[in-house]
């Protein structure tokens, strides 16, 4: 069979790989994603492997790399995926690439520390300059001799000496002029006045222009402070104060004429660093450019070289240590490549002795491979969610393709739901190359498009189901002419005109000729859903699809057990297992669905009144009697239904002690003579000291422990025993139990019907209340919330409620009747593309 109906065949073979050319094929190898390698050395550390060196030197350049990488996300630039897909570097373009990129983190650093500084000095430059603009209008403000006091409002705020007092002090003036962060003003002026009380005259005022806070890169608007005072020892603590708060203070010269002097010097320098600093911001965008085009190549590069020296650390050496020794899990049909890669491998390093690879025996169970495609791969990762298939286990995948949908629209029968869904779908899979789309960081749209295929056909089946229930947002559709006629019934009817008043309800009597004539060409008639009595009707037909679906489906999941059986060559479990499940099955619920058609088939609206309940004849059943006023189906149905029950528990047995005997008996049973070795030539090779059906690395625990073996000769009695009473009593409660359960296909679908129906009753009826101008405009915001609530409630809500109540039925009640789910997975080493975006 198939890859996707069963697993792969996987092999343990090893590599003998030269030591000159082991780093060029385990890149080859890398390249095309054959093999699983496995750990040789699982008791020595990492850091005692051989190639510990080279991992480190490629962990050191991913250090320099994430330095880039932050200088770039510092200047505002991103980083783009690697172009193309370069190969591992050799040896010599591993250096050349570690030299370059070192040259480069050098370079950065140096034109980074330099625009710092620069930028830095600049900054201060311009400080100082605002300080001097600010404190000639600070200083300039004196009135002159004789003038009016202009009389001013005392506040906190105020200098605490009036300015037009300096000329009558006899003692010097001194200045501290400077800048301090806004949010320190009002501590630093405080702590000012109680140091300084009545020695000092201080200004703030906000500079003109916000500059960059080099603590924290913030760009900031500072303010700038005058303080006069008299005395040096004023002047100390004021210094003082002014280092406690991180104030920038610059030195203020006395005289008008030397601020003006120093003035014309700070705009000279300003414009000499503006000219180095813009020439150092270009020679540093040279060489981000640089980084921009390299760096995503250097990283893929790097990467892969030290994922093969991981790999390489995995292998083996032999004894006169040239040659590594690798042991790897390959599928069998990819050996040719494996054999190719190798070669290709050896020829590109120039050895001149071939790798090569080698087939050997284990018994243990090989990993499972399952090759799936962008349309499986959905469905396939809901079966692993549940568990990895066994090695080579018939694979529940393909089949839930199909069933999948069907049991989700079963659930979600509407074909306006179905057609949104199928449309939302529909255009994610035809955008599905598009990179917004593919590499949206939003992990809850990241699990709708990997599920589109699933939820394109969840749509699609969505919309047959809603056309088998006659439902559209839960209106009924008259696609063909209703097969029920009320003219007929009037015509042949004692109808008047008092009965019409008094009677709002009318019944339609099949029974009367000409009323009813014939099922409806597909689906449900529509004149169900103008019937007082359709829930009933409704009902009774889901209720009964739900049961006669969910059996079919249970013995599809025991008949899939068949292909298990025969392919582990245990065809004793076919009649010791298979056949008892089957009779249990069909025995009891099998009879069941038979019950069912047969009771369509008979009756019909003439004889319906008569009509024998089934649920009774089914209790009946179990009870071994028979009911006078439940009329039997047919004749000489007590007789039957005895002879079933008894098959049925007469399986049971046979069920539980089945396996367990036979396997008793083949334990017992006197062994053959051990078969005649095979001649010299068919014998493989094997390395000196290795046992035949072992790994080099086999350790006894893993042989006990091994895979699918057709006879489980190492088991004990009592463990099979009670393994098979376990599976037993599972099986036959189950059968009764996940019956039961299918009826959730029922109780969904009518919760989803009419939760569709009371959204369309209460919100978009409203609109059609009025049919004038005033109906028209209340329709618009009507018909808006009408829609929010059927994508919010009855798409993603219901949807959700309906997908995992299908996914409960295959795992629980499918899936358990064949599948074991013990397996795991085949990870090949491949350099996998998106890893390195």
């Known amino acids: 069979m198939g890859s996707l109906f069963r697993s792969e065949e996987v092999c343990l073979a090893q590599l003998f790989l030269q030591s000159a050319s082991a780093y060029s094929c385990v890149s080859e190898l890398g390249e095309r994603g054959l093999l699983e390698f496995r750990d040789l050395n699982p008791k020595v550390s990492a850091f005692q492997r051989r190639f510990v060196g080279?991992?480190?030197?490629?962990?050191?350049?991913?250090?320099?790399?994430?330095?880039?990488?932050?200088?770039?996300?510092?200047?505002?630039?991103?980083?783009?995926?690697?172009?193309?897909?370069?190969?591992?570097?050799?040896?010599?373009?591993?250096?050349?690439?570690?030299?370059?990129?070192?040259?480069?983190?050098?370079?950065?650093?140096?034109?980074?520390?330099?625009?710092?500084?620069?930028?830095?000095?600049?900054?201060?430059?311009?400080?100082?300059?605002?300080?001097?603009?600010?404190?000639?209008?600070?200083?300039?403000?004196?009135?002159?001799?004789?003038?009016?006091?202009?009389?001013?409002?005392?506040?906190?705020?105020?200098?605490?000496?009036?300015?037009?007092?300096?000329?009558?002090?006899?003692?010097?003036?001194?200045?501290?002029?400077?800048?301090?962060?806004?949010?320190?003003?009002?501590?630093?002026?405080?702590?000012?006045?109680?140091?300084?009380?009545?020695?000092?005259?201080?200004?703030?005022?906000?500079?003109?222009?916000?500059?960059?806070?080099?603590?924290?890169?913030?760009?900031?608007?500072?303010?700038?402070?005058?303080?006069?005072?008299?005395?040096?020892?004023?002047?100390?603590?004021?210094?003082?104060?002014?280092?406690?708060?991180?104030?920038?203070?610059?030195?203020?010269?006395?005289?008008?004429?030397?601020?003006?002097?120093?003035?014309?010097?700070?705009?000279?320098?300003?414009?000499?660093?503006?000219?180095v600093l813009e020439e150092s911001e270009q020679y540093l965008a040279q060489v981000l450019d640089k980084v921009v085009l390299a760096l995503p190549t250097w990283r893929v590069q790097v990467q892969k070289m030290k994922a093969i020296y991981l790999v390489l650390n995995q292998c083996s050496f032999d004894v006169t240590e040239k040659c590594l020794i690798a042991e790897v899990w390959c599928p069998v049909r990819d050996l040719t490549q494996v054999q190719d890669a190798l070669r290709q491998g050896s020829y590109k390093s120039g050895s001149s002795v071939e790798c090569f690879v080698q087939r050997i025996p284990t018994s243990e169970s090989p990993p499972t491979l399952i090759r799936t495609n962008k349309f499986t791969a959905g469905f396939q990762s809901i079966v692993d969610a549940y568990g990895v298939a066994s090695y080579q286990e018939v694979n529940p995948a393909p089949y839930a393709i199909i069933t999948f949908p069907f049991i989700f629209a079963i659930m979600f029968g509407d074909v306006g739901h179905g057609l949104l869904m199928f449309l939302f779908a529909l255009w994610m899979v035809l955008y599905e190359n598009s990179p917004s789309l593919r590499q949206a960081s939003n992990e809850i749209w990241l699990t709708f498009f990997e599920g589109r295929y699933l939820i394109l056909l969840m749509g699609a089946f969505s919309i047959y189901t809603g056309f088998i229930y006659n439902e559209c947002f839960s209106k009924a559709t008259v696609i063909f002419p209703s097969a029920w006629s009320v003219a007929a019934m009037a015509n042949h009817s004692s109808w008047s005109s008092a009965y019409l008043a008094t009677h709002p309800s009318l019944t339609l009597d099949p029974n009367v000729t000409g009323v009813f004539q014939g099922p409806y060409p597909f689906g449900i008639d529509p004149i169900w859903s103008l019937a007082t009595n359709h829930l009933n009707f409704l009902n009774s037909f889901k209720m009964k699809m739900s049961v006669v679906l969910g059996i079919v489906h249970m013995g599809f999941g025991v008949l899939l057990g068949v292909f298990n059986h025969v392919h582990f060559q245990q065809r004793h479990r076919l009649v010791l297992e298979l056949l008892p499940e089957m009779v249990f099955l069909l025995a009891l619920f099998g009879y069941l669905v038979f019950l069912i058609f047969y009771k369509w088939v008979k009756f019909s609206a003439a004889n319906s009144l008569v009509a024998p309940s089934i649920l009774i004849h089914f209790i009946d059943m179990f009870l071994f009697t028979s009911n006078a006023d439940n009329l039997p189906l047919y004749r000489g149905q007590v007789p039957v239904q005895t002879v079933l029950v008894v098959l049925a528990l007469a399986s049971v047995p046979v069920l539980l002690l089945g396996t367990p005997l036979y396997l008793c008996c083949r334990r017992r049973a006197p062994r053959p003579g051990r078969p005649a070795p095979v001649a010299a030539g068919e014998q493989e090779p094997l390395l000196e000291g290795q046992e035949a059906g072992n790994s080099v690395n086999a350790t006894k625990e893993d042989v006990e422990s091994g895979g699918h073996s057709p006879d489980a000769e190492h088991l004990d009695f009592a463990e099979i025993f009670m393994h098979q009473a376990i599976h037993t009593i599972e099986y036959c409660l189950g059968c009764v139990s996940n019956t039961a359960s299918y009826l959730r296909l029922w109780a969904l679908s009518l919760a989803h019907a009419q939760l569709s129906e009371v959204l369309w009753t209460m919100v978009m009826r409203n609109g059609f209340v009025r049919l004038s101008y005033a109906g028209g405009v209340v329709l618009v915001p009507v018909f808006a919330a009408f829609a929010v609530l059927t994508v919010a409630i009855l798409l993603v809500m219901e949807g959700l409620s309906a997908f995992l109540h299908a996914l409960r039925l295959h795992w629980v009640e499918f899936q358990n009747k064949f599948y074991v789910g013990a397996g795991y997975k085949l990870c090949p080493f491949a350099f996998a593309p998106d890893a390195w975006e």
Request: neutral net charge; charged residues 25%; aromatic residues 8%.
């Open 54 to 275: 080279e991992v480190r030197r490629c962990e050191e350049m991913e250090k320099t790399f994430t330095f880039l990488q932050q200088e770039l996300r510092g200047a505002g630039r991103a980083l783009g995926p690697c172009p193309d897909n370069p190969r591992a570097p050799l040896a010599r373009e591993a250096l050349r690439v570690q030299e370059q990129s070192e040259q480069l983190a050098q370079e950065l650093r140096e034109v980074s520390r330099n625009r710092a500084s620069l930028r830095g000095r600049l900054r201060e430059l311009r400080q100082y300059l605002h300080v001097l603009r600010e404190g000639q209008r600070f200083t300039s403000l004196s009135a002159p001799l004789g003038s009016p006091v202009r009389p001013r409002a005392l506040s906190e705020r105020e200098p605490i000496l009036d300015p037009s007092l300096h000329q009558h002090l006899d003692r010097k003036i001194n200045f501290v002029a400077g800048v301090i962060h806004p949010w320190r003003v009002s501590a630093f002026e405080r702590l000012l006045w109680r140091a300084c009380r009545g020695y000092l005259v201080a200004s703030f005022v906000e500079m003109p222009e916000p500059m960059e806070d080099p603590a924290t890169g913030e760009s900031i608007t500072w303010v700038i402070f005058l303080i006069s005072y008299w005395g040096e020892q004023i002047g100390q603590k004021i210094r003082k104060i002014s280092d406690c708060f991180h104030c920038h203070v610059y030195p203020y010269p006395e005289s008008e004429a030397s601020r003006a002097d120093t003035m014309s010097g700070l705009h000279s320098q300003i414009q000499d660093l503006s000219v």
